[in-house]
């Protein structure tokens, strides 16, 4: 939605390839023509885009990782051809792989911030509330740490306290990472989030949002952590009010 409404703001037109049960119908009030696909439907990609006329597009919003092991991309030969392809199944090489098909194509991937760069904040503390020494200690140590699982490909999260490692982001997702986090103490912990070491921009940028802070609330964490420049903060400004309100510190290194 974000990315659909600065990009008609500039000028464009923007033709939409919703995937079901992941993409929101509300899309479709900010978007100029709107498609739904079932993710079996992969193949129907270039042709809705060269009926359109369309060369360029984007990577916005999100599938559910476990769908990977869903019966529809079984029974799906075109995303069977790509996974069968590729060495493993981390996130750079499932994408990658999506990217060279789309170029085969003639597609171009754009870069996923193109025309929302005002939405990756800059190096600052965002919050009221400034982080104690002792957050701050577990603030660097949450990101160098964040960063060597980043650069596996494994995960973008890591949960520390006291300099305890909570929990490693894997396929579950972060919103899963602070609920467990939360589980395995009584609050108080410190959530980093970044970026690869040599992130593709196209595809997978770490993102956090309203719905991460309230979770966060709810594990009762004490800091979020974003990488600065390279995360997409969505619904920021809600966010920060209801993190402010309830004593969250989040900051952007």
Known sequence: MLFSESAR????SVVAVAIRHDTSPALAGYVDK??????????RLADIFRKEGITK???AGQISPWRLFSKEVA???ALQH??????????DSVFGAIADRLKEKGLE????TTFINEHLP???VLTVNNPAWFVEEDIHFAFTLAKQIAALDIGQSVAVKEKAILAVEALEGTDNLIKRSGKLCRGGFTLAKVSKPKQDMRFDIPVVGLNTVRNLIKAKAKCLAIEAGKTLFIDRQKALELADKQGLIITAV
Do not use: C, H, Q, T
Not at 109 to 112: G, K, N, Q
């Open 57 to 59: 597009v984007v990577m």
């Open 9 to 12: 703001k500039k000028g464009f």
């Open 122 to 124: 800059e190096k600052g």
């Open 34 to 43: 709107m498609y739904w696909l079932n993710l079996r439907d992969f193949d």
């Open 82 to 91: 790509i996974l069968m392809s590729i060495k493993d199944k981390r996130a």
């Open 75 to 77: 029974d799906s030969p």
């Open 109 to 112: 991937l754009l870069d996923s």
